[in-house]
């Protein structure tokens, strides 16, 4: 066989282990979306067993050997071109996946459905003792996993790596104590003022007209939705099963206009990443967002630097009143600016406003180091979140379920590696938000405008079409012409919130 | 390994075969009632892989090793007990698939997609022609299936036994000339009567309350929504991803009120079946109806049997008036039964009444072992078809696309094998229909209130749990102590037109 031959055979391989992947997201999805009751039981092990098959397919003696053989071909090639990314990421994700024993990752999926289920029950229960042994299982096999990588400063560092290449807790410390210093005593100045009413959020918002509209934005600002859908379920998400198959997922309170419209826009922003990728990688590796960090910068963006700005309510405010005359007929569009930009001590990550919501992420990146050092034990875990609560956001749980039971991600398998995306994802939204605006200076008043192309072709230029071709900080070299820096997003806070609380 | 862990280890293989399947099936629903158009082409290639997969794990190696260790245990075990008849089922299968040669194989399925997709383009522009080339590799590649299996009396064979195993073309022919030589004067007698006004079905009716109304009698009936769900698509079908997990489709006319209600009906019998299958069987090949006639015997008795009876719109047209007051206030239950059983020379095999039905299929079994004879070309098929419509319909199309382009089925990879189902559905619909008011003698006019628990259960028992578990012939004669008999069905339609018509 030539070595176009075998790498076009690679390509195959790694197209059914993607579309194997695919078709357990589309089962997960339909979980969530559609599936009647009953079909838990089956459902479940349908997906696991997809997922299985497709990481047997990927680790198999085949893919191992094609990449061995390519080496040669790999090093021919322009590093910039396709075949060439394509070989990077193969190798990268397959080295990764095989320094795992399969027997200790037949363990790890056990203790994942095992935590999963107790958590299940522990939150509602509000019983943090539930979760207690799983958990320091759990804690035992993330730092077991670290180990496989001995070349890692940190255990937490593969994990990370895993999610946000070339990310290190060395790297993360410093970036997130910034943003820490910066962020409590900017909360603590807004929170000392008396709070905004923001009461007319939570008048009664029909379900139709609230899906309506933020879909209608959606497409807007350029989901497309030949290539995309929306529909319901309990915790909103973006899945694809291929570029031109990308959906997202909404929930509507309709006792709060936020809900469903924020959760839609910044979806939207996950999904248009999806669908932006070059139709010339579908089907490989290389066709998905390149980071955790980088698709939530998207999300943010759409949601954040744009969905709540000023500009944009400019524009869409008379329609939102068109679709609720009764409930903002009397509302202006300022008060309703201040109103969803409201900053709040709260205690819910998810629900949490801009100034805020990075401190929630940063309480939790800190308690997954100190477990992960052995600094923190699991049975301490609860004090320690309210304690650290209390010292950033200057509020205390005074139930579990509300502080450490809250988020899934550490009773899903694995403690570490599932945070830091988020506020990195915070950070680079204002610094590709900034380097669009630089590059063409009229995006602020398109928006006003309801005009979203610029912006939409900037970002599809600069970040989505290329997938995963280049890693994230290359990316954020190419499109921003700086590394990763904290100063636009820190900007972009003072400048916001100084204006709205006249600090 | 013992024999009990070899018959373990075979159940393991044969339910991930089957977990392979039912996520293909997945796939294909979502395809027809929520997938973007965008999503077409990955779609496909993600189901054709999963289907090949499930074969290429079900005939490779390691299942025939199994299958034949564990001759031993099934001589020993009970021929009626659940393992025996599993061994017995997963035999009949393997040996029927490792008859197909693989390469064989990729060409029916190349040529079926190649013949679908000149169908879908053909069907529209009324042009035969398109599919002439795809449909003669079709016919020349399902003679050469019947020759794989050198034992068939018919090249046919093979086929129809794949669907209703047992069947035979030797069997069908008589039975189906009875049918034809009964049916072909009724529908005469009929249709030179002065035929009904069912102009009152043709009023707008809205979808919603369309929707609701058919629901619910699929619910009253036995359906259950917890196991459950139906949506919209062009065709109406059931599916199922385990027996917990039984979906249904219709679809809304709005200009016909036939159209939703009566596939929810059929549909819902199906879905019955399949949810009626025995918890124990879940996973295995056992879980599923037994044959297409079988199936069909479901759907017709539900649809027809009970839902355009007299005594069921006795209970329930009281509610379909209040759903739609204006369309049916002036309409007597009377004039509405003699709508929905009005009897016409018609085209179109889906929309046909009860009295015509059987002669759109027996046309198209005919025809189809003419064709694998060679006693009819393919580029005869248009006027061969025309012929056979005039002389047992009294009808001819005067487009291709109400005749020979009609149905999918011939386009979809073989000819022979798919219509005998329908028929057979028919026949047995009536015979266990008479068998279980046989048994439970208060079903009618249970029926008359509205109250399907005794029928049900019935059907339940004698059918649905079994799954697969006996052969079609032998569940037939477990449940209606007889073998399968036409009689029944002669009698039903000749004891309900006879009076509807009064002839």
């Known amino acids: 066989m030539s070595l176009e031959e075998k790498l076009a055979k690679l390509k195959t391989y790694l197209g059914e282990v993607n579309d194997l992947g695919a078709a357990a997201s589309l089962l997960a999805w339909d979980q969530v979306t559609y599936m009647p009751v009953g079909g ?36 021919e090639l322009d590093p910039d ?18 320094k795992i024993p399969p027997d200790f990752l037949a363990k790890l999926h056990e203790n994942a459905a095992r935590s999963y289920q107790a958590w299940s029950e522990a939150r509602p229960a509000n019983d943090f003792s539930k979760v207690v042994e799983p958990l320091e299982l759990t804690l035992e096999l993330s730092r077991r996993y670290g180990e496989f990588f001995p070349e890692s400063e940190h255990p937490a560092d593969p994990l990370i790596d895993q999610s946000d290449e070339g990310m ?27 709070s905004v009413d923001n009461s007319v959020l939570h008048r009664y918002y029909p ?29 909103p998400f973006a899945t694809n099963f291929s570029i031109d198959d990308v959906r997202i997922t909404t929930w509507v309170d309709e006792r709060d206009v936020r809900e469903a419209l924020f959760s839609t826009l910044h979806e939207s922003g996950h999904a248009m990443y999806e669908q932006g990728v070059s139709r010339s990688l579908e089907g490989t ?7 955790s960090g980088v698709h939530e910068s998207q999300s943010r963006l759409w949601e954040n630097l744009v969905g709540r700005s000023r500009g944009f309510w400019e524009h869409y405010y008379p329609s939102l009143r068109e679709s609720f005359p009764e409930q903002l007929g009397g509302v202006s569009v300022d008060s309703f600016y201040r109103a969803i930009n409201s900053v709040r001590k709260s205690l819910v990550r998810t629900k949490a406003d801009e100034v805020t919501y990075n401190l929630h992420v940063i309480l939790r990146f800190e308690l997954e180091l100190e477990l992960l050092e052995g600094k923190l034990a ?17 509020i205390t749980p ?3 379920r509300d502080g450490v039971l809250q988020d899934v991600h550490w009773y899903s398998g694995a403690i570490g590696g599932a945070f ?15 380097a669009a605006i630089n590059a063409v200076p009229s995006i602020p008043s398109e928006i006003e405008a309801g005009n979203f192309t610029s912006l939409y072709t900037w970002l599809k230029f600069n970040i989505y079409r290329h997938g995963r071709k280049y890693p994230p900080q290359d990316l954020i070299k190419r499109a921003t012409s700086q590394d990763l820096m904290i100063e636009p997003y820190l900007r972009y806070l003072r400048t916001k919130y100084g204006k709205l609380y006249s600090l």
Do not use: M
């Open 40 to 75: 838990a039981v089956a459902r479940q092990r349908q997906i696991a067993l997809l997922q299985r098959l497709s990481h047997e397919k990927f680790i198999g003696r085949e893919v191992g050997r094609l990449l061995d053989d390519l080496v040669p071909l790999e090093q």
């Open 81 to 98: 071109s396709l075949d060439a990314c394509l070989l990077r990421v193969a190798r990268r994700d397959y080295e990764h996946a095989v």
């Open 168 to 194: 290190t807790v060395a790297l993360l410390r410093p970036l997130f104590r910034t943003l820490r210093r910066e962020l409590v005593p900017l909360v603590e100045a807004i929170c000392s003022q008396e």
């Open 207 to 235: 379900e139709n007209e609230q899906l309506a509209f933020g879909l209608k934005i959606a497409r807007d600002f350029g989901y497309d939705l030949g290539r995309g859908r929306q529909d319901k379920s309990p915790h």
């Open 285 to 291: 590796p290389l066709a998905s967002g390149v980071s």
């Open 378 to 394: 699991i049975h301490d875990l609860p004090d320690a979140w309210r304690d650290r609560s209390y010292r950033y956001l200057g």
């Open 398 to 400: 005074e139930e579990d």
């Open 420 to 434: 830091q995306g988020y506020s990195l994802g915070n950070i680079l939204s204002a610094q590709f938000y900034e």
